[in-house]
């Protein structure tokens, strides 16, 4: 079971692992994370609780000849000992997987899938194991990790232009947001596109799936600097022509008919 909030990994997910769960994952980062710490955490909080317990009853049951009377308590903790008290091993854990240890929990997933830069950016990075994902293969939203400022008045937005503007980014991110405009994506449909500036050329690479992943349309190119804008439409257009707009419709349709049932 994985969880995820984006029909784009959703649908990425299932073309690569059709016999996964793909379940619906709400809430801030951390919360995001807590609901993936918390089964386990519990669990293993209530092994704790059960040994100390054990341990009790046991001493309890010591009739003086250094022989107890306690056996296996019926919840797999007999012999199970633990070097930390229950108090020392919660001090050692961090603030989410405290938070996570009191959290009820729907669902039980077993992996969550999201962006790398959000985990980073709120320091939990180093309370998960993860695997990171090739961008050129599980491929991001168009304009994923770009940052846009805007100004109301044109003399404030041209000095911000002229302090910020990062023009490898505003090509790479003009081809992605172009493919998606041609193609008439959007947040209903599982698209991916992602650009990379090398030397003369924008390598970008696009995914538009059906929803259950089991359809696809997939292509690469590089593209000419010089006339970026201009390529990334003729892109589109071959994708469009390969089923590409057909999906993303197909998508736009069945999100109507989801929202209508709901």
């Not at 991110?173 to 991916?192: F, I, K, N, Q």
């Not at 030397?199 to 696009?206: D, F, N, Q, T």
Request: hydrophobic share 40%.
């Amino acid at each position: 079971v994985v969880g995820t909030s984006s029909l784009r990994r959703r649908a990425q997910l299932l073309a690569r692992r059709p016999e996964i769960e793909v379940e619906g994952l709400r809430g801030n980062v951390d919360t995001r994370v807590e609901k993936l710490l918390a089964p386990s955490l519990q669990r293993e909080h209530e092994r704790r609780v059960g040994a100390e317990e054990a341990e009790r009853e046991g001493a309890d049951g010591d009739d003086g000849d250094g022989e107890s009377d306690a056996g296996d308590d019926g919840e797999g903790h007999d012999g199970e000992a633990f070097e930390q008290s229950i108090e020392e091993w919660f001090d050692g854990l961090a603030e989410v997987e405290r938070r996570a240890l009191e959290r009820e929990v729907e669902t039980e997933y077993d992996a969550i899938c999201l962006a790398e830069a959000g985990l980073a950016r709120s320091g939990l990075l180093h309370h998960l194991e993860y695997e990171r994902l090739a961008p050129a293969e599980f491929v991001p939203a168009p304009g994923q990790g770009a940052i846009a400022v805007t100004a109301l008045d044109g003399e404030v937005a041209e000095t911000v232009h002229t302090a910020v503007d990062h023009p490898p980014s505003r090509v790479e991110t003009t081809v992605e947001r172009t493919v998606l405009s041609e193609l008439g994506g959007g947040c209903v449909a599982p698209m991916g596109v992602y650009a990379r500036l090398q030397g003369e050329v924008v390598a970008v690479v696009a995914r538009v799936l059906s929803q259950d992943g089991t359809e696809e349309v997939a292509g690469e190119r590089e593209l000419p600097v010089e006339r970026h804008a201009e390529a990334a439409v003729e892109f589109a257009a071959d994708l469009a022509a390969d089923g590409a707009k057909r999906l993303v419709q197909q998508a736009a349709r069945e999100s109507a008919d989801e929202a209508k049932r709901e």
